[in-house]
């Protein structure tokens, strides 16, 4: 167990829907990564919290926004989906950017 | 800039064989390395990182920087070893600190 948590598990949605994404970090850890995990693009880097502000942006879409709380947990929002945003969508969680991640299980999100 | 590059897609071995993922990275200051495991879309685990030098489930990894290289070695790979596995490099950019991860090895270990 990483100690990172993600909710939902499993996510089935239609296109042009909206869908929120939970993570909770490891206690303790300030950062929080968004990752997307497809078959044909691989791990792919969304965007980075720390302490609750924005600190670096990937290849995060303009559908998709993010946001960490006071509490340190994040949520990823995914909007007007398509069908290729169907992923394994990972969370994860450090001290500090260079201290290595503790990843969450994923949340399996598929778009119909 | 960060980068990292990982040559093979795909590893194809045979169990007792001996295995060698390759890793490179691109980075002008003092890098820090690690190698990352996935089994079947589980999520991603640490494997090593170079500051430990240390040896986890058989798998050892040496820094090269001269050749730039993180290269993950293991000497008899066994059929429990078939994963993904990803290094990834921890730098600073643009004034913050961030992980790049190479786009990964799909190691197969065969009977």
């Known amino acids: 167990d990483s100690g990172v948590t993600q909710t939902p598990k499993h996510l089935i949605t239609a296109t042009g829907q909206r869908v929120t994404l939970r993570c909770s970090p490891r206690s303790g850890d300030l950062s929080v990564y968004w990752y997307q995990q497809s078959l044909d693009q691989g791990l792919q880097f969304l965007i980075q919290y720390y302490n609750g502000e924005e600190r670096a942006k990937g290849n995060i879409l303009e559908r998709f926004s993010a946001q960490q709380f006071p509490d340190l947990h994040s949520e990823l929002n995914l909007s007007s989906l398509e069908l290729g945003d169907s992923a394994l969508y990972f969370c994860?969680?450090?001290?500090?950017?260079?201290?290595?991640?503790?990843f969450g299980n994923g949340t399996r999100l598929t778009v119909t | 800039a960060q980068r990292v590059t990982q040559p093979e897609k795909l590893l194809s071995v045979f169990k007792g064989a001996p295995v060698e993922l390759k890793c490179n990275y691109s980075y002008s200051g003092s890098p820090e390395l690690f190698w990352y495991v996935q089994y079947s879309r589980q999520r991603l685990q640490l494997l090593l990182r170079h500051i430990s030098r240390e040896s986890i489930k058989g798998f050892t990894a040496d820094l090269n920087k001269g050749e730039t290289s993180f290269h993950l070695k293991k000497p008899f790979a066994q059929e429990e070893d078939s994963a993904m596995y990803y290094c990834?490099?921890?730098?600073?950019?643009?004034?913050?600190?961030?992980?790049?991860f190479g786009k990964g090895t799909k190691l197969t270990v065969n009977p």
């Open positions: 990834a490099l921890g730098g600073t950019q643009g004034g913050s600190e961030k992980l790049v």
């Open positions: 994860a969680s450090s001290a500090s950017g260079r201290s290595p991640l503790h």
